[in-house]
């Protein structure tokens, strides 16, 4: 019986650690984007990169991609465009430290912003 409430209290403490580092906001998700110097039917192709700088695992990942256009196709299960939001990866949880990368072609390029996500802790 104590070793089960120490457990509890155990995983308890490290819930409220981990619940500690979670403590992420829309500045954890980082967006950087490079010209890749390829042109696709003269539009200028950009490589994107959507990071994941929470010590946590995120979900329901969501950018804003007002007027968002491109002449390449991106694979719907990367981006998908709903409207002025667009999901990345289903929706599926992209973990700590973790990136997703997509290209598109365009020009000018597109400030694509975190809108929000669903933050996984304990
Ligand atoms: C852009 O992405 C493509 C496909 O992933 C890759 O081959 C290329 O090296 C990247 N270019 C830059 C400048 O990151
Ligand atoms: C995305 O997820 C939904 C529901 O979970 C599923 O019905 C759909 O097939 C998925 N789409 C892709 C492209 O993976
Ligand atoms: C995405 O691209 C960046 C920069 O090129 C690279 O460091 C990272 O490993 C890539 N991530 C994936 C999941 O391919």
């Known amino acids: 019986m104590a070793g089960l409430i120490k457990a ?9 650690v981990t619940r500690g580092l979670c403590d992420c906001s829309l500045n954890n998700i980082n967006i950087g984007t490079v010209r890749s110097g390829k042109e696709i039917s003269g539009q200028a192709e950009w490589n994107v990169t959507v990071a994941n700088n929470c010590q946590c695992a ?10 968002f256009q491109t002449v390449e196709n991106i694979d719907p299960s990367i981006l998908s465009k709903q ?20 290209s598109y072609a365009w020009d000018p390029p597109f400030l694509l912003l975190p809108l929000g996500s669903v933050i996984h802790g304990c």
């Open 58 to 67: 995120q979900s329901q990942i969501q950018l804003s991609c007002m007027g």
């Open 83 to 102: 409207g002025d939001t667009c999901l990345l990866i289903n929706g599926s949880s992209l973990e700590a430290s973790a990136s997703v990368n997509f």
């Open 8 to 16: 509890f209290a155990a995983t308890l403490v490290l819930c409220l």
